[in-house]
C-alpha cells in the first residue's frame, strides 16, 4: 500500500463506504446480499464503527468469492496472527484505498 498520514476513523469509515458501494455491484452481480452498513451515531465515525465496517466488508468479500468458487476454503480469512495496536487510522486507509482500486480492477474487467 501507499503510505498514507493525517486520516481519522470517520476518513477510513468514509473510504470503506466507497469501497462497499463497489462490492455492492459485485455481489449484485453475483445474486448475493450486498454489504451490511452501520449509521454512525454522531457526527464522525469513532473506530469501533470502522471496525464493525471492516467486518462488514470481510463478510461480504467472502459471499462474493464462495458464489463464484463454492468449494473455496476461506477460513484463513478470519484468522488473525501477530495483532498490533501500532495501527494509525491512517495506515487502515492505505489498505481501505488498495482494496478499492483491486475492487475496481475486478469491475472494470467485468463489462458488459
Do not use: C, H, W
Request: glycine share 6%; hydrophobic share 40%; no cysteine.
Amino acid at each position: 500500500p501507499v503510505k498514507v498520514t493525517g486520516k481519522n476513523p470517520d476518513d477510513v469509515f468514509k473510504l470503506f463506504n466507497k469501497l462497499a458501494d463497489r462490492l455492492d455491484i459485485l455481489a449484485s452481480n453475483s445474486g448475493i446480499s450486498k454489504v451490511s452498513r452501520i449509521q454512525i451515531e454522531k457526527e464522525k465515525a469513532i473506530p469501533a464503527e470502522v471496525y464493525i465496517m471492516n467486518g462488514n466488508l470481510l463478510d461480504a468479500m467472502v459471499r462474493i468469492v464462495k458464489s463464484s468458487r463454492p468449494n473455496m476454503v476461506l477460513g484463513d480469512l478470519y484468522k488473525t496472527n501477530n495483532v498490533t495496536t501500532t495501527k494509525t487510522p491512517s495506515d487502515v486507509f492505505g489498505l481501505g484505498e488498495l482494496a478499492l482500486r483491486k475492487v475496481n480492477i475486478i469491475l472494470a474487467g467485468n463489462k458488459e
